[in-house]
């Protein structure tokens, strides 16, 4: 027989099931999993970006909501006539009663504010007439140089850099403040006073300190020039951000998150910016921190994969033990049986297909074993012999070489549709005795059939059409060569006699049986001579008239090869117009007859 020109193909079954494990179990697990743990790993980075986003989104909203506030505070000192007629008063005996009576409005709304805004620390009025007023916590510290800015703003506001002041209640501690020069509503260029306002450092951290907790990285506000306004280290406050590869890529708006390396460690930087004071709140997650939170996940895919892995080789282990192995027994024992050692015996150690096969061998051996102790070697040589003589051929080089003259010789005269005739035929002959081969496919018996069909209808013309039908899975079934040809050879010869018909070859399973049908709309059998036909395959006669009837021929060629149980058959339900000849084989898939 051929060998396949796949070498996986001819390997022994225990390295097929090694490979197969290793190719359809192993690398996809693995290639899965890798897939699956980075896939995995890339949706919960992706997951817990978003998450931080929002987070810092929802920390912009929150600080923004509270600067506005405090801005709208210092717009209302300058439309409020208490608070201006309080810093426009000058400080005297003779204005005690109005300075007090403003003061005593100006300390009802600013105490509303502090108690209703955990965040303001203290609020603190000067006014040019020398009245002062301070209210909610009392500090004191440097505060000089924030409301000198503040002056050279003349009214714009100035807010700061988180800064340390003395608080009389509680000790040292940070605020950020926002200082304004408040100007007079008539004379909007002459100052009538400064107001400040102080906002607890504390606060604005422990809300941002929610969204990442010190153990995870650091949150802090950069101005938009790179100083930081409030961090986590006091030292960096003031100062430009000490690392120029973030101060680059904080100024582009569109590194809203990006990657960073300092001191050795790997972060995910992310960045949002607060349009309504030009600040950038920065939080820095270590990178270690994002993969921690999908460590856990991984490691139970891990342990999964790992099962798969242990599973599929559990499952190859006793695939070996079931399967494999009784089959290399029973290959061992056909060598032996090859080998002329009837004794060859398979041990059956179960009642599955495996056992059943063991069983069947045994009774083969002891079958071949009884049809060789009766002389069956000199039967099958006998019928080698008639089977070859049935299926005697002329010499087919002489025949190709002088159609390809031929063929050659019509093209020269300019003759196409002869060459083409002769090219038809030439190919019907290769196609008939090429290689010598006494089996052949079903595809290329009907090919071999479409050949002869196609030249008998070149000659016929209109009055012949035919069609032929075969299952899709019977492409590589396995027959005797030149079946079909003869019957459909006598459809055209006897049934048509000069008037047009149909020729038909169907081709389908019936249980496990390959049936081929061949049906012409000719005259037909008489059914006489159907009864006569019938009687000669059943050998039950040896009327002269059929002997040599191709029927018969192919009839006796299919019992030589594959036992009485197959042959021609001539249905019941023959059709009113016509005939219906049929060929009942065994289903042979993937064998191929060595070249005799």
Not at 95 to 107: R, V
Not at 393 to 404: A, C, E, I, S
């Amino acid at each position: 027989m051929k060998t396949s020109r796949f070498k996986f193909l001819n390997f022994n079954l225990r390295k097929k099931s090694i490979a197969i494990f290793v190719l359809l179990v192993t690398l996809p697990s693995l290639l899965i999993g890798f897939v699956v743990l980075n896939r995995y790993d890339s949706i919960l980075r992706q997951q817990f970006i978003d998450s931080m986003e929002k987070n810092l989104n929802t920390i912009e909203l929150n600080l923004s909501e509270k600067i506005k506030a405090v801005n709208d505070l210092s717009d209302y000192m300058i439309y409020q006539e208490n608070f201006r007629s309080f810093m426009e008063t000058k400080a005297s005996l003779t204005n005690l009663e109005l300075i007090n009576k403003n003061k005593t409005a100006i300390e009802g709304f600013v105490s509303f504010q502090i108690m209703s805004k955990s965040y303001i620390n203290s609020i603190s009025l000067q006014g040019v007439g020398g009245n002062q007023l301070q209210m909610g916590e009392p500090v004191k510290g440097l505060e000089t140089p924030w409301s000198d800015s503040a002056h050279v703003k003349r009214g714009g506001i100035v807010w700061t850099d988180s800064y340390p002041l003395e608080s009389g209640w509680t000790g040292s501690k940070r605020v950020v403040s926002m200082f304004r020069v408040i100007n007079s509503f008539d004379r909007p260029s002459i100052p009538v006073g400064e107001v400040t306002v102080r906002l607890n450092e504390s606060e604005i951290t422990n809300v941002m300190m929610k969204a990442v907790p010190k153990d995870q990285g650091s949150i802090f506000i950069v101005r938009s020039e790179g100083s930081v306004l409030l961090h986590q280290n006091e030292n960096l406050v003031g100062h430009p951000y000490p690392n120029n590869i973030f101060l680059q890529k904080m100024a582009s708006p569109s590194n809203k998150v990006f990657a960073l390396r300092e001191n050795g460690t790997s972060y995910v930087v992310f960045n949002q910016y607060m349009p309504s004071t030009g600040w950038h709140i920065i939080a820095m997650i270590k990178d270690e921190t994002i993969v921690a939170k999908t460590q856990a996940v991984k490691s139970s895919l891990q342990i999964l994969l790992l099962l798969i892995l242990v599973f599929g080789l559990f499952a190859l282990t006793g695939f070996e033990f079931a399967i494999i192995r009784p089959i290399l027994e029973m290959k061992k024992e056909t060598q032996r049986l090859k080998q002329g050692d009837f004794s060859a015996h398979v041990e059956v150690r179960t009642r599955d297909e495996i056992g059943e096969l063991g069983r069947q061998f045994n009774m083969m051996v002891m079958t071949i074993k009884e049809l060789i102790d009766k002389e069956y070697k000199l039967e099958i040589r006998q019928k080698e012999s008639e089977l070859r003589i049935l299926q005697s051929q002329m010499d087919p080089h002489f025949l190709y070489n002088t159609l390809d003259m031929i063929r050659w010789k019509a093209r020269l005269e300019r003759a196409s549709e002869t060459s083409q005739l002769i090219e038809k035929l030439s190919r019907f002959f290769r196609m008939s005795l090429s290689s010598g081969k006494r089996f052949t496919t079903l595809t290329e018996e009907l090919n071999f059939v479409r050949a002869y069909l196609e030249i008998q209808q070149k000659r016929m013309g209109s009055k012949l059409q035919f069609a032929l039908y075969m299952e899709a899975s019977l492409e590589e079934a396995v027959l005797l060569k030149n079946m079909i040809q003869p019957l459909v050879e006598n459809s055209i010869k006897h049934g048509f006699r000069q008037k047009a018909g149909k020729v038909e070859v169907r081709c389908y399973l019936d249980n496990h049986d390959l049936v081929i049908d061949v049906i012409d709309s000719g005259i037909g059998f008489k059914q006489e001579k159907i009864q006569i036909i019938r009687q000669s395959l059943l050998q039950k006669t040896k009327d002269a008239s059929v002997t040599d009837h191709a029927i018969c021929n192919i009839h006796e060629r299919i019992l030589l090869v594959y036992g009485s149980s197959y042959g021609v058959e001539l249905p019941m339900e023959q059709i009113e117009a016509g005939a219906c000849v049929r060929l009942r084989l065994p289903l042979w898939m993937n064998e191929k007859e060595e070249e005799a």
